[in-house]
């Protein structure tokens, strides 16, 4: 049998030591109606050779990004990852062991936690990071939360720009809450309205939950945002692309409360969106309510510095139905992954990715600008992504994914108004020649004439 | 010598050259200043530095493929290397959530015949599988449970669990808008007059675990379920410890109307220092419209996702939850088959009941009985003799064995929660009793040096308190890099 080390023999000696004659003996409890009989319908088990074959085939049935000319972003980025990353958290000691409870034994997992939070208050500027959360919508869904812990008050804004992903985590998160949800629409450039959602506020007001670069790709006014939300009794809560912080103001500088999100940019691949963890930082009188793991620094007995974690009177473990949160396990290995990323790139590399993604972007945008029939009616301030429109958007999809091409994704999927929408991304693994690519087939499929770009 | 930590390792200058830079354009020319960073303070270090920097730490760590890791409620088994391997494949590794589904065949069929099989391994009507953890699978289920009450028109406000719960139980009850009603166990079991008296019209459910935290099967679960619906309350199924019943028993047979298997635990997938995990959540028939959404449908011999369902709670995550987890778990459950899945589950229960024969006459068992795949003991005459639970575990990592949990279930008085899993052998087995007897006798002949240890650890006792105290949860120091040096 796989997986099961001990010999016929050996097993039969500790069933002699347990005092039963056959393993089914222990099983003497369990009343014969929950019991399956023959009736599994479950197959016989394969050989690892077998079993290769078999997922292999599936896996063949899958067509990777690679075999496109993609542009698909909108909350999972393909970024360059080093081979060093992955051979790193490979580790059998990183990847096998879990929650780091026995601080004496698990100092390694600690001390990179421990680091992962200090990338996280370094690129946020926050003063405290938690050890990880699942994902960027449930994170958000913890931030809101804790705001309400915070304050007390029962309705939360948001700007209609946020992932409509995190949005409906978000409404399900508030489910068994009494707080109450408006969402703010965005300006005709794909901003939010900051005069209405400041109209918006009122004493009942939480929190207020923004998103930047938004869903749109586009980058919000922050330094108008700092300006007219003063009332420091409602919490400001920015979810970002981590990334994006290598080029843009740390979000403190901004006067965000809690900034949280998904880390996946950070060296965390593809893996049909699995490969995320939910960060979230905040200002150090939060504290107490940030929930989730963190780790903290101390000393041993002998009076070296150690990691273990802390303030787990917050926790669910110790604290019970009166814990910040309910989490337990978090996304710990995705979460050292992205502190392995930032380590090996440093703090030049970290910016080069993030500016090549940039300027890919910016490149790509104006390419498109000069096909005639393609509106770029959102603001040009970008980061990695962007909003395009063109009539019949979905066919011209199509058409383009004849070609090879992925041109992006369809927002009219989740926003009605915007039913020409596409959704572009660029990251540094994009070439010059996939791009002009791109924009050549675009004026192609438009109107069957070659729009020559330099 | 202080370990260092990665930040004072930072040389200042260096070029990483991962990637082929392309810069056309200016960012101050597009945002203005005010908007960007001056100044980013990540340590800029060598590849050669970094690999090395990890493998050090690295090997401060105990895990499953290095050391015997008991570690009670976790079911920390071995993880199949094979499954690394299928999960990393390009077809599974390099798709994105937001392709077309006629791009992502494979991985829709995947997750259509996974579910298949764990239907048939428990009893329920479907599953959902983006939950990634057992609590967020809780919270789901019980949100379920929620909007199943809510759309009979029955507002109900309590969530019963009994007192040898796992801390998630209760926490999520809160986060779902429920009041949690602890009943006290009777001999390690649901106490069933507590449960009638308990169980009233405002109940939405009882959330269980089987076998519970104690290691021990409630053997009344037929009758709990007959309470429980008889008075208009769902059964939730904590299936935490599924491990000793796989191919042995069904959940739905014994009346949960939903469950959460944790993947990470019962089907071994690697724990990854906490995660990511998978706590997918599975629901009988007339709760199946409650799943969270996309569900994963099959026409002819397609596969698409099917957002169809109104009652559906909606989503608890992003996309389609941790995938590459659910690779490896399918993988696990076909490699095993039918009779593998049986062993597996017997043999947990086997190495659990050896540990407990061996040691309860130094020992104390929380509960006479037989146990499932784990076996909790009580330290306290140790404790008498002067040394706790707590100097126990921290002794055992002298011996390189990781503790196992400590202090929980809360019912048990100076707790040590074994499981050894089906996958560790007798040598080990013996080698684990051995320390733990000779433990037992340094209760008595030289308590001190339990309560100092470890000493043969990569540090000494930690103060935990202290950490707490006065909390230090970030480098902050010499990171700063001076504006001199170019970005
Ligand atoms: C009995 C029980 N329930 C629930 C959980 C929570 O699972 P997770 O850590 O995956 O959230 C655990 C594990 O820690 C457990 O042992």
Redesign the interface.
Known sequence: ??????SPS??K???R????KS??D??????E????KDD???????S?QQ??R???A?????????KFN?F?G???Y?H?I?A?LS??I????????????????????L?????Y???I??LTGM???N??L?????ALAEAV?MSARLNRRNTVIISEAL?P??K??L???L????LKTYEVQVSGEGKTDLSMFLNACDKDTSCLVFQSPNFFGV?EN??EIKKLFKDESVLKIMVTNPLS??????PSSFGFDIVCG?GQPLGG?????????GFLAAKKEY?RQVPG??????????G??????????R?????????R??????????A?AS??Y????????????A??S???A??LRQGLSRIRGIKLTFS??IFNEFVWFTDNAPQVLNEL?KKGI?AG?YIGKHFNKYNGGVLSCCT??KT?EEINDFINSLAEVLHGEKAYIR | M??K???DKDRGC????????????K?EE??GG?????D??????S?SE??R???????????????F?P?GS?T?????K?N????G????????????ED?????L??MYEFQ??LC??TGMKAFAFQP?????G??TG??MV??FHEINGSKKSKVIVPDSA???N???????????VVIESRDGLVDIHQLEKSFDEDVAALMLTNPNTLGL?E?D??KISRIVHERGGLLYYDGANFNPLM????PA??GFDIIHL?L?KTF?T????????A?IVGAVEPLEEFL?LPRIKKRNKTFYLDYGSEKS?????????????L?KAY?Y?????????K??A??S???A??IK??LEKYYQPAYSK?C?HEVVFSCSEQKKRGASALDI??RL?DYRI??P?MY?PLIVKEALMVEPT?????EMLDYFIRAMIKIDEDTEKNPQKLK?S?HK????????T???R???????GC?K?KKSQK?
Do not use: W
């Open positions: 049998m796989p997986y099961i080390p001990n050996q097993i000696e500790m069933l030591a347990c005092g039963v393993p089914a222990f099983y003497s409890d369990l009343p109606e929950i019991r399956i599994l319908d479950i197959p016989a088990g394969i690892e079993l290769k078999k997922l292999l599936l896996s063949d049935k899958n067509r990777p990004l690679d993609s698909l909108a909350g999972c393909d360059y080093p060093a051979f790193i490979s580790q059998p000691e990183f990847s096998t062991a879990y929650t780091p409870y026995q601080a004496e034994c698990s100092q390694g997992a001390q990179a936690i421990y680091e939070q200090s990338y208050c370094r003063d405290v990071s050890a990880s699942l994902d960027g919508g449930s939360l992932n992903e995190y409906e985590v409404k399900t998160y489910k068994g809450h009494d980058v922050l330094i912080l290598a080029v843009f103001k740390e998904d691949g593809l893996r049909l969106g699995g490969a995320c963890f504290l793991r963190i780790v903290g620094k101390t000393l041993d007995s002998h070296n510095v150690a990691y273990c974690l802390t303030l787990q009177a926790e669910q473990h110790i604290r019970r139905e009166k814990a949160s309910n989490i337990c396990s978090n996304q710990s290995l995705n050292l502190a392995v930032l380590s090996l790139l440093g703090r030049k590399g970290l910016r080069e990715v500016l090549t940039m300027s890919n910016h490149y040009p301030l994914y992925i994704y540094e693994k010059k | 202080e370990r930590l990665i930040f260096r070029n990483s050259s991962y990637i082929t830079p392309s810069l056309d354009i960012p597009i945002f005010d908007m960007l960073r001056e980013l303070s990540l340590p800029d270090i590849e970094v690999v920097h990890y493998m050090q730490l690295a090997r401060l760590n105990f895990s499953v493929d290095t050391n890791y570690l976790c920390m088994k071995y993880n199949p094979i690394e391997y299928l999960s494949l390009e077809g599974f590794s390099r798709i994105h959530p937001l392709q077309r791009d992502l065949q494979g991985a069929e995947l298949n099989l048939a391994l990634s953890s057992g609590a967020q809780e919270l019980i949100l929620r909007s796992h801390g998630t209760p926490a999520t009850a809160t986060m779902c808008g429920y009041e949690t099967f053997k679960i037929l191919g042995i028993a069904k047979l014994m944790n990470h071994s690697p724990h990854g220092c906490g995660g990511p995990g706590g969270p709670l909606g989503s608890p995550r992003t996309f389609f939850g941790n995938f590459d987890v690779v993988a459950i076909l490699r095993l088959g039918r009779e593998g899945l062993r597996a017997q043999n229960v086997l190495n009941n050896y024969k061996k037989q499932m575990a921290k990592i990781h503790p949990t929980f089906e996958t560790e052998n007798k100092s470890p650890a990569a540090v000494g006792r930690v103060d935990e202290r950490a707490a006065m909390p230090v949860l970030a480098h902050t990171g890099h970005t």
